[in-house]
């Protein structure tokens, strides 16, 4: 798919990645940019894209393997595992941390952005710490860690915790201090997200608080790492429509320009990333967009000109590999997908108990929703001879919809439609199943304004729309996702042939 924009060779337009890049972070190697995202329950996970302009980004690749332990991380966990990580650069190394809210704050290193990284080390155990952010003070040889809470799992939000850190990044020298308590600060509610910096004698924490729907950017300062930190609001909707500019992070170029990416929460679509101009006031304190508010157009950074680039979303499968844009829904087992000698995917049918509820099942390799209206298409052959086995093409969220096919009891191919609402436990027909007479099909969901989004199949005789539109759903914190997956009844125990994809594409509608 290409990336669609209105830029010109001087200007760019919001977002700059428009789809589910949630809570960025970012960091500036010599002439080179590298950003991270949180990647939840996926597996790999930790995506790591660069960029030479901060305009055009590429995934280069991923920075975690498998999710820890592998035991929880066997089934699927959509909206655990990997919250908003923090990239950094120091002593010749890539470092990012993460907070994992059921299990506590990790962290994993590299000499290169590619790797190889280290397995995650656990910093500090405990429920319902997040959003961890690491700082090395260059001068004192000091090092700090701030992290934020989840009160789902620890009763308690809204403030923020320090501590003095091992300057190898191993262990933390306390036990923690409250740095910033935000019940404190009238109007101000589920601050989080805290990213920690230095300048100009100062120490910062550039943290969203309000929620990630209607929220705002805040900035702190303290010349204490350990505070009293003083706030202030410097980045909010006011009369534009990107609704809660919420968390991400700061960077410097070469030559002094500084720059902001933060997301946006669009429902279904995810949190998509914006790109705003940043300067220092007056007063001492940044100013964040058009004097606080999130631009939409805006003249790019004075940075060498770039050809146009988007994360890649279109695959052929060569060899039988998929493209670094897929991610599984959970730890994958062996064999789920096959290399051969031609192109296409070919994904064996794992069998499962839960076959009937996409939403359980780990074999389901996904990538993001595109966040403008697009037609996915991809090839599909069911080879395998098991009843019941089928294979799709998806829409997964809190609810889900998919089309595909289904070998039969009596041999025979069907092509099927079926969904299940948010709250229903299993799927069921959106549409009467047809003859697919050679087993194949050219399936097609094309999403429209609002990810409304139109099934359509092709067993030989042209595109036919099935069912009803479905209006693709997120789950609490993931953006909807499109899936590919094959599948069949039983216990999870073993195979049953497989099902090939061909020809995976994504174009604008």
Known sequence: MTHETHETAETYTNPVLNADWSDPDVVRVGDDYYLTASSFGRVPGLPLLHSRDLVNWTLVGHAL????????????????????????????????????????????????????????HLLKEGKGLIDACPLWDEETGEAYLVHAWAKSRSGVKNRLTGHRMHPDGTSLLDDGKLIV?????????????????????????????????????????SREFFGPYEEKVVLEQKDTDVNGPHQGGWVRTRSGEDWF????????????????????????????????????????????????????????????????????????????ATQHSGDGLRLTCVRSADTHDLRKLPSVLTQRLPGIPSAVEVGLRLDSEEPGARAGLAVLGDAFGWIGLQRGTDGTVHLVHRFAEAVAE??????????????RATLRIEIGAGARCRFLADTGDGFRPSGQVFAATPWRWVGALLGLFAAAPGDGQGHAGAATFTQFRISAL
Request: net charge negative.
């Open 181 to 221: 308590d935000a019940d404190r600060i009238p109007g101000w509610f589920t601050l989080e997200g805290p990213k920690l910096y230095q300048h100009d004698g100062w120490f910062w924490i550039l943290a969203p608080a309000g929620g990630v729907e209607t929220g705002w950017q805040g900035a702190f300062r």
């Open 261 to 336: 990416l933060h997301f946006q929460q669009r429902g279904a679509y995810g949190r998509v990333v914006h790109l705003q101009p940043m300067r220092w006031g007056t007063d001492g304190w940044p100013v964040l967009g058009d004097e606080g508010a999130p631009v939409a157009v805006h003249r790019k950074p004075d940075l060498p000109p770039q050809p146009p680039a988007a994360p890649a979303t279109d695959d052929d499968f060569p060899g039988g590999r998929h493209g670094r844009q897929w991610q599984w829904t959970a730890n994958p087992g062996d064999g789920w």
């Open 426 to 439: 299993h799927e069921r027909d959106a549409e009467h199943a047809r003859p697919a007479p050679e087993g």
């Open 65 to 120: 393997d498998r999710l820890e332990p592998a035991a929880v991380f066997d089934e699927p966990r959509h909206d655990c595992g990997v919250w908003a990580p923090s990239l950094r650069h120091h002593d010749d190394r890539f470092w990012i941390f993460w907070g994992d809210p059921d299990q506590g704050i990790f962290q994993i290193n590299a000499p290169e952005i590619r790797g190889p990284w280290t397995k995650p």
